[in-house]
């Protein structure tokens, strides 16, 4: 069975959008320090690929890449993807109940329920959509990094859409070492999208890769609350090595596993 890696990719959205680059703004990780990772936590990592081949030379165990990107600052991705509508229709209900007290209330137009319809209107809040080149084709309300809707003016103080990987290119892919490719899946933590690659260990060495990654930025147009898409690249790299299956008792090849002597029997009594 195929051995699963599992790269993270952490972006600080807001200084990557301020400084339009990913230089800096991003901290990468792997499950493979103990096997010989190097720059974890940095944006310069090298991941280990132990490769592995049989005594008659053939490849032994393949290993998959698996690129899990999310957002510094901004909400979890441990929360479910339906975390925002969930919001949003809390939102609404709690201003729809409020809209009902009013009306019955104050059945007039008086100075104190245009007040009031005007904190109602905020408490609903405001909904950004995204651009035809963006990869958010849903229309959300906006949320602050505690979850909650935001109910003022939302540019700088609003969470970030995590980042979406959009491809990998590179060294590592002409060289046909790395095999990726984008995977629907069930999960709701990924969104039902991720980035996998198969890998080739039979070929040692140093191969580097990029990562194309596609970030989102609030904007206002006429009135309107829009996720423009700021497309970013960040680049790292595998290294590759390979060393022969051994078998766990006797530290040589797969062969068959050594047989213990019988114990010893004695006569009942």
């Not at 690129?67 to 909400?75: E, R, T």
């Not at 339906?82 to 949003?88: C, K, L, T, V």
């Not at 609903?124 to 849903?138: E, H, L, M, W």
Request: proline fraction near 7%; glycine fraction near 8%.
């Amino acid at each position: 069975m195929a051995q699963q890696l599992a790269i993270i990719v952490l972006v600080d959205i807001a200084n990557a959008l301020a400084d339009r680059s990913l230089e800096g703004n991003v901290y990468l990780f792997d499950n493979m320090k103990f096997m010989g990772s190097v720059g974890e936590g940095t944006g310069n990592l090298v991941t280990a690929i132990r490769g592995s081949y049989w005594s008659d030379g053939s490849q032994g165990t393949e290993q998959v890449l698996n690129w899990l990107p999310n957002a510094l600052g901004s909400i979890p991705a441990t929360v479910p993807r339906n975390y925002r509508a969930i919001r949003a229709q809390a939102s609404d209900r709690q201003a729809l109940a409020e809209l009902e007290a009013l009306i019955s209330a104050s059945p007039d137009s008086s100075t104190t329920a245009t007040a009031d319809l005007s904190r109602i209107r905020q408490a609903v809040g405001r909904r950004a959509t995204g651009t035809p080149a963006s990869r958010i084709n849903t229309r959300h309300k906006i949320l602050d990094v505690t979850g909650n809707v935001v109910t003022g003016d939302p540019i700088g103080v609003h969470a970030y859409p995590d980042p979406i990987i959009t491809d990998i290119t590179g060294q590592a892919v002409d060289e046909k070492i790395i095999y990726p490719a984008e995977y629907g899946s069930p999960d709701m933590v990924s969104d039902g999208w991720y980035w996998s690659a198969t890998v080739d260990t039979s070929r040692p060495g140093d191969y580097a890769y990029t990562m194309h990654i596609q970030l989102h930025e609030l904007a206002e147009h006429n009135g309107e609350h829009v996720w423009e898409p700021v497309d970013l690249t960040c680049a790292s790299s595998l290294h590759v090595t390979t060393d022969p299956k051994r078998n766990a008792y006797t530290k040589a090849g797969l062969g068959l596993l050594p047989i213990p002597p019988a114990p010893l029997s004695y006569p009942l009594s």
